[in-house]
């Protein structure tokens, strides 16, 4: 699946610094998601967002802070991380509720 | 919220070999995926399969919603099957895919 782009493809940041990584898709989906994968477990919903708002927070620490702008643009802010934060952050979207994931290539992040 | 298992958790495989993979879910779903997930970590949908069978090439997968499991058959295994495959239901009325806990597998040339 290549129709969900996510930006950039890595990235290493230090804990003091704050990123943003950015997820677009132009499928007219109206549900986008934020994932963590830490490495040999499986994905981590962490945000949801439906039309433009947000549906669901897993009790992610307020270090993550997630904007979706409009219906085809997610971002995830990242601000004052620790390194057991460093993993592969991946967005996907679907149509709706009854509809199949499409995911991007993800962020691979580490923090040092 | 829903429990998902897989197993076998490791499978090593021939190439030309066929195997089966399951997915257990504790509760009730509206639909399910199934994904490969690539050593690059590039997660493919394989499956969109809330109930039934479908087909696509040398992978099928079978899914009895009412029993809750679903199957994932892959015949005539190749080095470029070699990942992980999760399976990821969704209960109904919720937008949250929970994913097992995975399948890794190896084919051997």
């Known amino acids: 699946d290549t129709e969900v782009t996510q930006t950039p493809k890595h990235l290493v940041m230090g804990m003091t610094n704050k990123k943003s990584l950015k997820c677009e898709q132009h499928m007219g989906h109206r549900a986008m998601y934020w994932y963590k994968q830490k490495a040999k477990k499986p994905p981590e919903l962490m945000f949801v967002?439906?039309?433009?708002?947000?549906?669901i927070n897993e009790s992610v620490p307020s270090r993550f802070s997630p904007e979706c702008p409009n219906s085809s643009l997610l971002n995830l802010h990242l601000h004052a991380l620790q390194p057991e934060d460093s993993a592969l952050y991946l967005c996907?979207?679907?149509?709706?509720?009854?509809?199949?994931?499409?995911f991007g290539n993800g962020t691979r992040l580490t923090v040092t | 919220g829903i429990q998902v298992e897989q197993s076998p958790p490791d499978l090593i495989l021939q190439e030309g070999a066929n195997s089966t993979l399951r997915c257990n879910f504790s509760?009730?779903?509206?639909?399910l995926q199934w994904f490969h997930q690539n050593p690059w970590g590039q997660l493919i949908n394989l499956f969109y399969?809330?109930?039934g069978t479908k087909q696509n090439g040398r992978l099928s997968a079978t899914t009895v919603a009412t029993e809750r499991y679903s199957l994932l058959y892959i015949s005539s295994s190749q080095t470029t099957d070699s990942g992980v495959y999760f399976c990821?239901?969704?209960?109904?009325?919720?937008?949250?895919?929970?994913f097992g806990t995975g399948t890794r597998l190896k084919v051997l040339a």
């Open positions: 996907a979207s679907s149509q709706g509720t009854v509809s199949p994931l499409h």
């Open positions: 509760d009730s779903v509206n639909n």
């Open positions: 990821a239901p969704r209960g109904s009325g919720t937008y949250k895919y929970i």
């Open positions: 967002y439906s039309y433009e708002k947000l549906s």
């Open positions: 399969i809330p109930s």
